[in-house]
């Protein structure tokens, strides 16, 4: 017997779990996507290259009117999420990190292994020669700075969409519907039966999973009126400071380049170089300095309205517990220590810290450290648990109280990785996926 599953969003979670689940030829599978399709031999180059800042400027590929609140406080501002067949994976920095396996266990996750080696993403570090001038920099004043692999093969972006989709190409039980957004998902009693697409078709299924990211999950669910309160609540992502570096003059810079090809983790605390800001700001680079490991986790999706068009509202709260605070100053002191080193005092003339021309030798004691931190803390656009497991899923990532339905995405994580999220999703789809393919076996024999 023919098992219908529909998969909602085709970003790091959806990809795989489309590809898995067509796997079994009892099952038919569409993966509706509510941006553009990436095909084999029709990759823009920006999405190919190295530079994700390009690749975040290709038109459709992110929510152009999506923007969030990071700090309580301040004004809401532009999030970047992916969009299109490939999600967050046609736009990132590609780095290829798997975390501590220590908090999977800490979960309950023991079976992170055979999901790790399931994972068909490919991993390589940069040739030297394509290190930028931030990189080398790092890389000489830390020797906890190290290369960091990155998702690509032979120096090209391996997206989820090439990884997991393309093989498949031409299986009769997979289908595709690129540019296609999704309302809600459609229950008789509290099993699902399908979805109501943006333009008021509906698509029969006899298992739904929604795949369409940490901000956009919560959204499709809670316009489903699915009856839990924890939906949308929890939502989390790494606080970020800047330290925008202006170079001297003669340093010499691939403004078009690899972004980032190394990385220093200390602690809870991550620094990204960012060797270039992209042909529209020559002479710059970045530090950014991340809190890998926060406490705070009452930020919130909440709808704007019934419009399936309109975003969401998006509040992230960070920096609210006054230990992710406490941590991130002691990172500032951290990239004071870096920049004191003569690998950058080569290269750097400047350090701002804001927009308006502030210079880091003005920042002063901890009270304006904080004031500052307070004000200009960004975010790693790494929204995850905002459908976070025993609030909203259970451990195979069933919606509570209901049967059909599951969540397969960054959303689910019972709090945030302490890494960046790309492999940490795929892992988790590998392992949700393995599950379900069991769960309907069973169903089906039974």
Known sequence: MTEHWVVVGA??????????????????????EAGPDLREGSVPPAIDGSDFLAAAEEPGR????????????????????????????????????RGDELQYEQWGWTD????????????EVAEPAELGVVDRALLAASPAAEQVKLNRRNGKRVTSAEAYLWPLAGARNLSLRPDTAVDRVLFEDRK?????????????????????GAIHTPTILLRSAIANPGIGQGLQDHPSAPFTLSFRDGVDQLADGLVAGSILQLGDLQVLPMNHLGRATPGMGLLLLALMRPCGITGSVTLAGSDPAAEPVVKFALLRDGRDLGVLRKGVALVRELLNEAAFDEIVEDVYI?????????????????????????????ASSSCAMGRVVDDRGVVLGYEGIYVCDASVFPSIPWVNT?????????RLTSMWRVDSSRSSSG
């Open 11 to 32: 970003g790091s979670g959806g990809c795989v779990a489309a590809a898995r689940l067509t796997e079994d030829s009892s099952h038919k599978v569409t993966l509706i």
């Open 112 to 123: 992170t292994e055979a999901a790790w080696s399931a994972m068909q993403l490919p991993e």
């Open 354 to 382: 804001d927009g308006w021309g502030t210079k880091l030798e003005e920042l002063g004691d901890d009270v304006q450290i904080d004031r500052w931190l307070l004000a200009v803390s960004g975010d790693y656009v790494h």
């Open 422 to 430: 790309h492999l940490p999703t795929t892992m988790l789809a590998e």
């Open 192 to 212: 699902a039966i399908g979805v109501q697409l943006a333009n008021g078709e509906s698509v029969a299924a006899d298992r739904v999973v929604i795949a369409a």
């Open 62 to 97: 992110t929510y152009v009117e999506l923007s969030a609140t990071r700090v309580a406080g301040t004004s809401a501002r532009t999030y970047q999420r992916g969009r299109g067949v490939g999600g967050s994976s046609t736009i990132n920095a590609m780095l290829a990190l």
